[in-house]
C-alpha cells in the first residue's frame, strides 16, 4: 500500500478548519515541519504518530488509511464464516458437519490472532468451535437416580478439546466491547456449554448476573410505546414469550424419558403446536414455519422411539415437512408479511432475513428414521428433495 500520510494529515487539517501553524502549535514543531509533511517531503517522527492521531480523534489505523481495508477484511471474513456456518443446517450430532466447517475454524483462528480485540470475529470463532466440538465428539449423558433427568456426562464432555477452546473464545468474547444483541447470543451459547462441560457454578453466576425476564425489552416496549408501535412490540412480546416457552417444554420433555415415551409428553407438544397455529389462524406463520415443523419431526421421532404406528409417523413427517417447505419459500421470497389479528404489525421479512435451512437437512433427519418409513416417504414424489 502506498503511503499517504502527508495528504492525510493535509485532509484531516482542512476537515477541522486548522491552519499548518495551529498543528505545528500543538505538536511543538514549526509549520515548516507540518507544510514537508503535507508535501510528502519528509514524514513525522514514529513518536510523535500518537499524537497526531490523537488531535485529529482518530485512531493510528485510521491516520495511515489502514480503517477502510481493516473493516473491509474483517467483513469479509465474517460473510465468509457465516456463509459456511449456516449452510450446515440447525441440527448438530458426532460427524454431522463437512470439512468446511474444520477449515472455518482455522480461518477464524487466525483472524483472531490478526485482529485479537474484535468481537465479532472472536464471537464468530466461539461458535464455529462449538459447532466443530460436536461434530468431532458430540455429548454424552445419563439419566439421573433422583430426578430421571438427563445429566451431561462430565467426564467425557470435558475432554472435547474444541469446547475447552470454544469457552476461552466466549469468555474472551464477553470481555470486548460487544454490541447487546452478541453479548446476548454469547450468554445464551456459552451458559449451555458450561454446563455440558461440568462448569455449573460459572453457569449460574453468568445467568443470576442477567435481567429477569419480568424487565425485559420485550415485555417493557409494550409499555412504553403507542399506537402502531406500541401494536408491534405487542405482536413481538407474543412470539418472544411464545418461542421460549416453546424451547423450555420442549427440553423439559426431552430430558426425561419417562415424560418423552409417553402419551403424556406428546400431547405437551402437540398443545404448544396448537397455539402456535391458533395465533397464525391464516396459517401464515413466517419464521415460525420453521419452530412448528421442527415440533412436528419431533413427534415423528417420539412415535417411531416408541413403535408408533407407521400411518400416525407419516402424518407427523408430512405436517413438518410442510412447514420447512413453506419457511424455505419464504427464505426465497423478495417480501412477506403477517396478517393474522395478533400479529398482523410484526415487521415484514425481506429477503435475507432468514437463515437457510441446510442443504442435507432431510439427509440428516432421515438417517434415524426406521427402514420402512424411510421406503414409504421416498414413494411419493412430494418429498422427492429429501432424497435429491
Not at 466461539?126 to 439421573?144: D, I, V
Not at 400431547?267 to 419452530?291: M, P, S
Request: with cysteine; proline share 3%.
Amino acid at each position: 500500500m502506498q503511503l499517504n500520510l502527508g495528504t492525510k494529515i493535509r485532509e484531516l487539517r482542512r476537515r477541522d478548519g486548522r491552519t499548518q501553524e495551529n498543528l505545528a502549535d500543538a505538536l511543538g514543531v514549526t509549520a515548516q515541519a507540518v507544510s514537508r509533511w503535507e508535501s510528502d517531503t519528509t514524514y513525522p517522527d514514529m513518536q510523535m504518530i500518537p499524537a497526531i492521531a490523537n488531535y485529529f480523534h482518530i485512531s493510528i489505523d485510521e491516520l495511515f488509511g489502514y480503517h477502510d481495508d481493516r473493516e473491509e477484511k474483517i467483513k469479509s471474513i465474517l460473510e465468509n464464516a457465516t456463509k459456511i456456518l449456516t449452510k450446515q443446517g440447525f441440527t448438530m450430532y458426532q460427524g454431522s458437519l463437512s470439512e468446511d466447517v474444520g477449515e472455518c475454524v482455522n480461518m477464524l483462528r487466525a483472524a483472531s490472532e490478526e485482529f485479537p480485540n474484535e468481537p465479532k470475529i472472536l464471537l464468530k470463532l466461539a461458535q464455529a468451535l462449538h459447532m466443530w466440538g460436536w461434530n468431532k465428539y458430540g455429548a454424552k449423558g445419563h439419566p439421573s437416580d433422583s430426578s430421571g433427568i438427563i445429566e451431561d456426562d462430565i467426564e467425557y464432555n470435558s475432554q472435547n478439546i474444541y469446547w475447552q477452546e470454544a469457552i476461552r473464545a466466549y469468555e474472551k468474547t464477553l470481555k470486548s466491547n460487544l454490541s447487546a444483541e452478541d453479548r446476548e447470543i454469547a450468554i445464551r451459547q456459552i451458559t449451555p456449554l458450561y454446563c455440558r462441560m461440568g462448569e455449573y457454578e460459572k453457569a449460574k453466576a453468568l445467568a443470576n448476573e442477567q435481567n429477569s425476564i419480568v424487565i425485559s425489552k420485550e415485555l417493557l416496549l409494550p409499555l412504553a410505546t403507542v399506537g402502531e408501535e406500541k401494536a408491534k412490540y405487542q405482536s413481538e412480546r407474543i412470539m418472544a414469550l411464545l418461542s421460549n416457552l416453546h424451547f423450555s417444554i420442549s427440553e423439559s420433555v426431552a430430558l426425561r424419558p419417562s415424560v418423552r415415551t409417553s402419551e403424556y409428553g406428546r400431547q405437551i407438544i402437540l398443545a404448544i403446536i396448537n397455539v402456535y397455529e391458533t395465533i397464525f389462524i391464516d396459517g401464515k406463520c413466517g419464521r415460525w414455519h420453521w419452530e412448528i415443523g421442527a415440533l412436528y419431526l419431533t413427534l415423528a421421532a417420539y412415535e417411531m422411539d416408541n413403535s408408533g404406528s407407521t400411518e400416525k409417523i407419516l402424518y407427523y413427517f408430512d405436517k413438518g415437512f410442510e412447514h420447512c417447505s413453506e419457511y424455505n419459500r419464504i427464505y426465497n421470497e423478495n417480501e412477506y408479511q403477517y396478517t393474522a389479528p395478533l400479529i398482523s404489525n410484526l415487521p415484514h421479512i425481506a429477503k435475507g432475513d432468514l437463515k437457510p435451512i441446510g442443504d442435507d437437512f432431510w439427509k440428516k433427519e432421515l438417517r434415524n428414521y426406521r427402514k420402512n418409513i424411510v421406503e414409504e416417504i421416498r414413494k411419493n414424489p412430494k418429498y422427492a428433495e429429501c432424497f435429491e
